[in-house]
């Protein structure tokens, strides 16, 4: 500042005046953005146990006919609350659950909007609930299925000794999604790896929770069958493999076989040797054995830091 630039007496006395202005960062709005899709899979794809497949189409069955018999024939006066209708499927991961979501609203010839928690998690104050209350209302104006994946992470028993703010932000956000669940008349589909947690209250509004286990021997040498494709040339010895390794998913078997593919022809070999396709197995089993061990020592995590610490900023 020049010396003919004087800052006058009056101003030097209210020394806030020239402080310089920071421009506050404008608040990010949130962007998530539904899409429902067209399912990806139908049940023909599907490698499951019978009573698992039986009890899928039974609650797809009762979706489907829910039009005639509550709309049409007036059930829907009579027997207002049997209208709703939310399934949970639930299993270890890679199982087949996202599949089945697919594959039930394919039979009903809508689309699905799949939700997971990681979409509707927002740092902003208010607006994880706000996200769950759109995906509900694009569900409803696009006239698709709505898939809620990871449910756990919302509807997880509830926090009673609320230690911090996380704790208050999960408990309101899972009050949100109860009370919309209560008012929603269509079809909705849960999907899960931990059931064990669930709040008694969701699990009231859940007509029907289906089991997803690993694949038992039958089921193994199927899948393996259905991911060693006919072109690819092998000397693989599918019983061998479905009868040896046990505790492998769906996901696993598909992906054993890549891996095997890749290696043969990374080595130069001329067909995939049954050796390559045990190593990649074996492989995966020991990661999966890992994984386990190490879940005694890590807790999952349900929120994010950021919305953590935006919901503490909140409260002080
Ligand atoms: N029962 C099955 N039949 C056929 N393929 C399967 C089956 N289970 C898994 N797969 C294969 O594994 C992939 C992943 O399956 P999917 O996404 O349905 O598992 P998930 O149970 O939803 O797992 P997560 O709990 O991790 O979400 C599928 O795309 C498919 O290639
Ligand atoms: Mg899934």
């Known amino acids: 500042m020049g010396i003919g630039n004087r800052i006058p007496e009056e101003v030097l006395s209210q020394p806030n005046r020239y ?9 990010e709005q949130p962007s998530v953005n539904f ?25 797809a069955d009762y979706a489907r006919n829910s039009k005639i018999v509550f709309e049409q024939w007036g059930l829907g006066k009579t027997h207002k609350y049997s209208k709703r209708m939310g399934i949970n499927l639930y299993g270890p991961p890679g199982t087949g659950k996202t599949m089945a ?7 009903l010839g809508r689309k699905i909007l799949a939700v997971s928690y990681a979409d509707i998690e927002s740092k902003y104050v208010g607006e994880t609930p706000k996200n769950i209350r759109k995906a509900f209302e694009v569900a409803k104006e696009t006239g698709s299925i709505l898939f809620f994946d990871e449910a756990d992470a919302i509807l997880s028993r509830r926090v009673t000794n609320m230690s911090n703010a996380t704790d208050v932000s999960v408990n309101q956000t899972r009050s949100v999604l109860l009370m919309i669940l209560n008012d929603h008349e269509d079809f909705i589909i849960f999907a899960t790896n931990f059931i064990e947690n669930f709040d008694p209250a969701f699990m009231r509004r859940i007509a029907k929770h289906i089991k997803f286990s690993l694949p038992d021997e039958e089921c193994r040498r199927t899948l393996w069958k259905m991911y060693i494709p006919e072109e690819m040339p092998n000397n693989i010895d599918i019983d ?13 078997i598909s992906t054993a076989v890549l891996m095997a593919a890749f290696k043969a022809v990374r080595s130069g070999a001329s067909c995939v040797d049954q050796s390559y396709v045990e190593d990649a197995t074996a492989g995966i089993l020991a990661s999966k054995e890992d994984n386990e061990a190490r879940k005694g020592v890590t807790t999952r995590r349900v929120v994010s830091e950021e919305y953590a610490k935006s919901q503490m900023q909140r409260e002080s």
């Open 101 to 107: 979501a697919h594959a039930i609203a394919k039979y």
């Open 35 to 59: 899409v429902p899709e067209e399912p990806k899979y139908e049940l023909g794809d599907i490698i499951l146990p019978q009573g698992v497949r039986d009890d899928i189409l039974d609650v």
């Open 19 to 27: 402080e310089p202005k920071v421009e506050k960062p404008k608040k």
């Open 240 to 252: 061998s493999l479905a009868r040896k390794y046990e505790g492998l998913s769906g996901s696993d």
